[in-house]
């Protein structure tokens, strides 16, 4: 479009040719870098410098707060682990007595019947031992009920 206005022999300013464009006039920057207030910058400095302060201060205590909690996590599982040991030599220990409880009982359970069967083969004399025999129940007084724990 310059050069048609050369050639057309008409003169014109760049405004004039913004103008002719359709376009807003060209405005140059005003503010150089001499223009800048130098508190200005020395404060955006500053306050740039304090930010990344406070960002490496929060990434230590982010750090240490990780470390914390890490050791807290390493206690918490060896105490863990310790408690799970100790809770499967108490069950080991249980069901040991358990089954010697067991073998205890079927062994006095044995012994009774055996009992029980000597005597039917005496042929135990008096009513009050056959009426128990042939109830089932022994001749021995009854012990006291144990009470559950």
């Not at 073998?103 to 009992?115: K, Y």
């Amino acid at each position: 479009m310059a050069a048609q206005a050369a050639a057309s022999g008409s003169t014109s300013s760049p405004t004039s040719l913004h103008s002719q464009q359709g376009g807003a006039p060209r405005t140059t920057s005003a503010a150089s870098s001499a223009d800048f207030d130098p508190a200005a910058i020395q404060e955006l400095r500053d306050s740039k410098q304090e930010l990344i302060i406070r960002v490496q201060s929060m990434k230590k205590d982010l750090a240490d707060w990780r470390s914390r909690m890490n050791q807290q996590v390493e206690s918490y599982r060896a105490e863990l682990s310790g408690l799970q040991t100790s809770l499967s030599a108490e069950m080991s220990r249980l069901r040991g007595e358990l089954a010697d409880m067991k073998a205890r009982i079927r062994q006095q359970m044995d012994s009774n019947t055996a009992v029980l069967g000597d005597l039917r083969q005496q042929g135990a004399g008096d009513a009050a031992t056959e009426a128990a025999l042939s109830a089932g129940g022994s001749t021995e007084p009854a012990a006291p009920a144990r009470a559950k724990a």
